[in-house]
T-cell receptor, first 116, second 112 residues
Framework: DQQVKQNSPSLSVQEGRISILNCDYT??????FLWYKKYPAEGPTFLIS?????DKNEDGRFTVFLNKSAKHLSLHIVPSQPGDSAVYFC???????????????FGKGTKLSVKP | DVKVTQSSRYLVKRTGEKVFLECVQD?????MFWYRQDPGLGLRLIYF???????EKGDIPEGYSVSREKKERFSLILESASTNQTSMYLC???????????FGPGTRLTVL
């Protein structure tokens, strides 16, 4: 059973517009969330994270929103640029855990295409 | 800056061959991970290690083994490569667990 779900395999957005990538989780113990970006033939790069004590975290054009009651997080990219075209993975874990239970659980990814 | 390097970017092997994938990190991280990435399946954890000479199975360990003789180096071994092990292999490291994981560039392995 998937604990972290990215229900949209792909998303297409016009350059300059907002991209919204969504992620849902089922484990209520999760309190630490991350987004990674991955280009083809490269490893994922860390983008932004958020802990459950916050509901929003911003870094430049990237903002992550966390809705704990809905067990939902989203990544907003404003404005979107063609260079943002990549696969985006969300990941979750629980800070209370250690050892193997503390590993990051990844979603299956959403492929974002930003059209010029 | 954390640097995670992998020994090869592209590798082509034949069925039945023994394959070694090497990963090195330069940030003195305790924790290292091997994943494989396949279209539609996301990142799946094969093995991980919290310390030298220590290893634990991830979600899909079958057909793989690992070795961690030094803190900075984590090797993934395919004892007898099969075509269903054709994939992108990603190594990662982190200071703590849970924590941000930093990934290497990946090795695209093709088994013929």
């Amino acid at each position: 059973d998937q604990q972290v779900k990215q229900n949209s395999p792909s998303l297409s957005v016009q350059e300059g517009r907002i991209s919204i990538l969504n992620c849902d989780y089922t484990n209520s113990m999760f309190d630490y969330f991350l987004w990674y970006k991955k280009y083809p033939a490269e490893g994922p790069t860390f983008l932004i994270s958020i802990s459950s004590i916050k509901d929003k975290n911003e870094d430049g054009r990237f903002t992550v929103f966390l809705n704990k009651s809905a067990k939902h997080l989203s990544l907003h990219i404003v404005p979107s640029q063609p260079g943002d075209s990549a696969v985006y993975f969300c990941a979750a874990s629980a800070l209370i855990y250690g050892g193997s239970q503390g590993n990051l659980i990844f979603g299956k990814g959403t492929k974002l295409s930003v059209k010029p | 800056d954390v640097k995670v390097t992998q020994s090869s970017r592209y590798l082509v092997k034949r069925t039945g061959e023994k394959v070694f994938l090497e990963c090195v990190q330069d940030m003195d991280h305790e924790n290292m991970f091997w994943y494989r990435q396949d279209p539609g399946l996301g990142l799946r954890l094969i093995y991980f290690s919290y310390d030298v000479k220590m290893k634990e199975k991830g979600d899909i360990p079958e057909g793989y083994s690992v070795s961690r003789e030094k803190k900075e180096r984590f090797s993934l071994i395919l004892e007898s490569a099969s075509t269903n092990q054709t994939s992108m292999y990603l190594c990662a490291s982190s200071l703590e667990v849970p924590d941000t994981q930093y990934f290497g560039p990946g090795t695209r392995l093709t088994v013929l």
